[in-house]
């Protein structure tokens, strides 16, 4: 991909932070400037993830709707699918990027919403679960290994700031490994790390979506 060409800056932040950027600036706020392929598969990731987090929310008994930080919201797509559910209408939403670009596309977008959008890697405030939806699919490092280790230690950020659990999708394959910038996981590796680092974990192949798994990771009490 001829964004990947020119010299990489160091830090695998700034890598993804710059790629996401041209890819945008490219596309616009449509799914092809987060890279994905189709608005149908953005959508079925964000249905199976959502349905993760509803269910988890009603065994829990904890009564009220959740509120849920968006973990790399990209152009606040998904506030757009919650907003189109009426089902979905209590939920709190916050949305929060590492580029910055990306948080004023969503404040350019959601102007009414524009404080509950923030640039970051973490949620700026305690909440129900936090969801990450394709954000650690693009895959600037050669190396298999470092990415799962970048992957769990961004969510370690996450997971003090997730009260009851987090819901993240992932492509995988049955050995880990990186495809034209892109990561698939082993999703028993991924099962078996998110069950030593935070709590309970469930795994769904997500429905008409080719590749992709959905966790659900909960609190154990
Ligand atoms: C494939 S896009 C998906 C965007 C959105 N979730 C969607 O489905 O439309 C991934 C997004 O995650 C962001 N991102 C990548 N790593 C991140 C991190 N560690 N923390 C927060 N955002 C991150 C990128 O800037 C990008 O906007």
Not at 5 to 34: E, K, N, W
Not at 82 to 90: F, I, T
């Amino acid at each position: 991909m001829s964004l990947f060409r020119s010299p990489m800056p160091f830090s695998l932040d700034a890598r993804i932070t710059r790629a996401y950027a041209a890819c945008l600036g490219q596309h616009g706020p449509t799914p092809q400037g987060v890279f994905w392929n189709s608005a149908k598969t953005q959508s079925a990731r964000f249905a199976a993830l959502l349905a993760a987090i509803s269910h988890a929310h009603t065994a829990r008994q904890s009564g009220g709707a959740p509120l849920i930080a968006d973990m790399g919201c990209g152009y606040g797509a998904l506030l757009g699918y919650m907003r189109g559910r009426p089902a979905l209408a209590d939920w709190g939403y916050r949305g929060v990027d590492v580029t910055p670009a990306m948080i004023r596309a969503c404040r350019a977008e959601f102007p009414d919403m524009k404080a509950h959008f923030t640039i970051g890697k973490a949620p700026p405030m305690q909440v129900d679960y936090c969801l990450f939806s394709g954000t650690f699919n693009l895959c600037l490092t050669p190396d298999a290994a470092r990415w799962q280790r970048y992957i769990i230690d961004e969510l370690a950020a996450c997971w003090q700031a997730s009260r009851h659990g987090m819901a993240i999708n992932l492509l995988c394959a049955r050995e880990p490994v990186i495809r034209n910038n892109i990561y698939y996981a082993s999703r028993d590796a991924m099962v078996a790390a998110f069950e030593a680092k935070f709590g309970n974990v469930t795994s769904h192949p997500t429905r008409q979506v080719k590749h992709d798994v959905t966790f659900l990771i909960t609190r154990r009490r």
